[in-house]
């Protein structure tokens, strides 16, 4: 008899095969990162066809055959509407959403980046500062995955800050301005090349903190000012992507729709 799971799953990611069938990679509560068939889910008269639309979140019941699980069952939940009716909005979260399938594993529960990433799409479809979800959805999903930044004190002298400071991005660390100088010459020394340090205001320090320790929920209620906010983008995006070791097309797009 076929093993049948019965899943909460976010539509991350598609790939069109044919004229009526679909690929479609889900980020579950249960499972964790799901490659589905969809049998004729594209046409307009399947019964799947909105569940399985990008972004969409639902409730499914899937048979697996082998190696690969078939959509037997589908419920939409929720589908993100608005989002998809804005080029920034679309292009943002298309981004959070590959974030999320390359963080997520396969057969591996994490509610907590799946709640993060649903947290993240709600905020866009409502209208949401398109960069303050992004910096907080970095910054937040690097916690989550288990790289946060030390954000307490000096990872140097342990002193506290104050004032404007710096973060390490690859050492993951913040440095007071008497100790980026010392850092760079010890760098200089062990002849490393891959060192990044970025200048930080007391606001975007605040604002980070505030990030990685509030709530679920919460995680976006912050406020900055428009230049601090343009750096929290830039100081998010540089720590997260340098720590994954890679880049994105849609954040290529969703950064070149805004020049």
């Not at 909105?50 to 929720?78: G, V």
């Amino acid at each position: 008899m076929a093993e049948r799971i019965t899943v909460h799953g976010l539509c991350v990611r598609e790939t069109e095969i044919g004229e009526a069938d679909k690929i479609i990679t889900l980020v579950t509560m249960e499972y964790g990162r799901l490659s589905v068939s969809g049998k004729g889910v594209k046409s307009l008269k399947s019964r799947h066809m909105a569940a399985t639309q990008p972004f969409a979140y639902s409730l499914f019941t899937l048979r697996k055959s082998k190696k690969n699980y078939y959509i037997e069952e589908s419920e939409l939940i929720e589908c993100f509407w608005e989002i998809r009716g804005d080029i920034e909005k679309l292009s943002l979260a298309a981004y959070i959403c590959d974030v999320c399938a390359d963080v997520s594993v396969e057969g591996e529960a994490d509610p907590e980046l799946l709640r993060l990433t649903l947290n993240s799409l709600f905020a866009v479809n409502k209208g949401m500062q398109t960069e303050k979800v992004k910096a907080a959805f970095e910054l937040r999903c690097a916690e989550v995955i288990g790289f946060c930044p030390d954000l307490t004190v000096c990872g140097a002298c342990g002193c506290e800050l104050s004032g404007d400071s710096y973060i390490d991005i690859m050492n993951g660390r913040l440095l007071c301005r008497d100790c980026k100088p010392r850092a760079e010459r010890e760098e200089e020394l062990e002849g490393s090349t891959s060192r990044l340090y970025m200048l930080l205001s007391p606001g975007t320090v605040a604002a980070m903190r505030y990030i990685v320790q509030s709530a679920p929920e919460r995680f976006l209620s912050f406020n900055l000012a428009e230049d601090d906010m343009h750096l929290l983008s830039q100081v998010c995006e540089a720590y997260l992507t340098n720590h994954l070791e890679h880049g994105f097309g849609t954040l290529n797009f969703y950064k070149s729709i805004l020049l």
